[in-house]
């Protein structure tokens, strides 16, 4: 029997054991897509208590106390720090079979050096020790970022965003750590949304023209992108909840812009359209500036009106919607393609049975030697567990090319959440060193050993950075 998350925890053959301690175990790491706010970075204060660091902005650990009873005054309500702490600790010991129990406990040993099983019975010495720790230099947030050898940050930043403290950081020297913005207008493509034309005003004030047309507005969003470029910006990111490829033409397109800007209503018809032509456009902007585009897909948010109401939108009512992609993603990327401005994107799915989909659909295009333009992105929210992460991997080796996989990324608002890295890595180690011990692949440790740096860092840093 082997022990609870011991030093070959998650690695089944001597082969994985070997590929991971020799050279998955201390690799950089890139981690090109986060939710981390840079100014929380840039100041580097202390955390007054576990709670802070742990609980605040976490909707997969918000989501599993509502559903084992928790009330909200514990989650997201009034209740002292230490009794929020004391709800999570309740609910650790069910999340068995979920990813957070084990991720919990990889923050514990790996930032704390705590091994005890967090519970009712521990959760006071856990928090004791914690607090006592995060007091100390070495867990102030730029010191634990730079604890888990983190070479490179990708943030997710509002065009509308001055990156003020993106430009702080990279002015300091004494911070090696590159952190750079990610261009996300979901101010700008969700159309129907109520905020749109407050944004669109804000948007002009930044961008320092008088938007009252959409060739004028299409000049704002590239001018932010120009803006991002001169920042250390090389990718963007797009909530995709349904892809549709409309054909419509421009002056449909800004007929419609300005017919929203009136405050006029707009049929389900129109939104689409207006989203997938500014989708090519924006796509036609990174490709100028040979940035990545990431594409997000399958998300049904904010399920729960009542609770979005209350207390706002990613707060952990967001499910795996039901997708019909595989048309409307060929149709774009390929619009994109035949005017020679695809640029190099990740696909993401939230609904598993769109593996396949993915998988395929990155082999129909591509560009002479770069390998892997076209990236399955790695187990996304829903499916960045175990069984998730080794379908995503089995699928994408199946049917594509594992070994330029750009890897794993943490999705997460907390800067404890590179443990996600070793948990990934480790799964992938385990796959490769099962196909050596089945005698499904050869046992040349040279080409594995670089095929799992490769994965683990490099080709990210490469596809990202163009290295």
Same mark, same amino acid.
């Given at each position: ?7 070959h ?26 939710? #981390? ?79 005890k099983?967090?519970?009712p019975?521990?959760?006071?010495e ?21 604890? +888990? ?45 109520p ?40 990718? +963007? ?20 812009? +300005?017919?929203? #800007?009136?405050?006029?209503? #707009? ?8 989203? +997938? ?26 399920n ?14 967001d ?12 149709r ?37 030697d ?25 699928d ?72």
């Open positions: 029997m082997k022990k609870f998350m011991d030093n925890f998650l690695l089944n053959t001597d082969t994985a054991i070997k590929l991971y301690e020799d050279t998955a175990k201390d690799l950089p790491i890139f981690d090109f897509h986060c939710h #981390l706010d840079p100014k929380e970075v840039w100041e580097n204060e202390p955390y007054n208590n576990i709670t802070q660091l742990w609980l605040g902005g976490d909707h997969y650990k918000w989501r599993t106390m509502r559903m084992h009873g928790i009330g909200e005054k514990f989650i997201t309500g009034d209740a002292e720090d230490w009794e929020k702490f004391m709800a999570w600790a309740e609910t650790v010991p069910h999340l068995i079979g979920n990813p957070l129990y084990h991720w919990t406990h990889l923050e514990l040993k790996n930032v704390f050096g705590i091994e099983i967090l519970s019975a521990t959760a006071r856990i928090w004791d020790e914690c607090n006592e720790k995060l007091q100390k230099p070495e867990f102030l947030p730029r010191a634990l970022i730079e604890r +888990s050898n983190v070479q490179f940050i990708g943030t997710t930043d509002d065009p509308l965003s001055t990156l003020e403290y993106h430009q702080l950081l990279n002015r300091d020297d004494s911070f090696k750590t590159a952190i750079a913005p990610t261009f996300r207008p979901d101010g700008a493509l969700f159309i129907e949304r905020a749109f034309v407050s944004w669109i005003e804000k948007l002009a004030e930044v961008s320092g023209q008088k938007i009252n047309s959409f060739d004028v507005f299409l000049s704002a969003l590239n001018s932010r992108v120009d803006f991002f470029h001169e920042n250390g910006g090389r990718a +963007s990111d797009h909530d995709i909840p349904n892809m549709e490829e409309i054909e419509s033409t421009k002056e449909e397109i800004s007929g419609i812009f +300005s017919r929203r #800007l009136q405050d006029e209503q #707009l049929s389900g018809a129109e939104i689409a359209a207006y989203r +997938s032509y500014l989708l090519k456009e924006l796509g036609k902007m990174y490709a100028g500036k040979q940035w990545v585009m990431q594409l997000h897909m399958g998300a049904l948010r904010n729960n009106t009542q609770m979005k109401n209350l207390i706002g939108t990613d707060t952990g009512f499910s795996v919607g039901e997708t019909n992609l595989a048309a409307g993603l060929s774009f990327l390929d619009a994109l393609n035949q005017e020679d401005a695809l640029p190099r994107t990740v696909l993401f799915n939230l609904n598993p049975k769109d593996n396949a989909v993915l998988a395929g659909m990155m082999g129909n295009f591509y560009e002479e770069v390998p892997g333009k076209i990236q399955f992105g790695s187990g996304w929210w829903f499916n960045d567990h175990i069984d998730g992460m080794e379908k995503q991997m089995r994408l080796a199946n049917v594509g090319l594992l070994s330029h996989f750009i890897g794993m990324l943490t999705d997460s608002r907390s800067f404890l959440s590179y443990a996600r890295h070793e948990y990934f890595r480790r799964i992938l180690c385990n796959i490769l060193g099962d196909w050596v011990e089945k005698g499904l692949i050869p046992n040349d440790m040279k080409f594995l050993e670089q095929m799992v740096k490769n994965i683990g860092y490099y080709n990210a840093d490469k596809f990202f950075l163009h290295r």
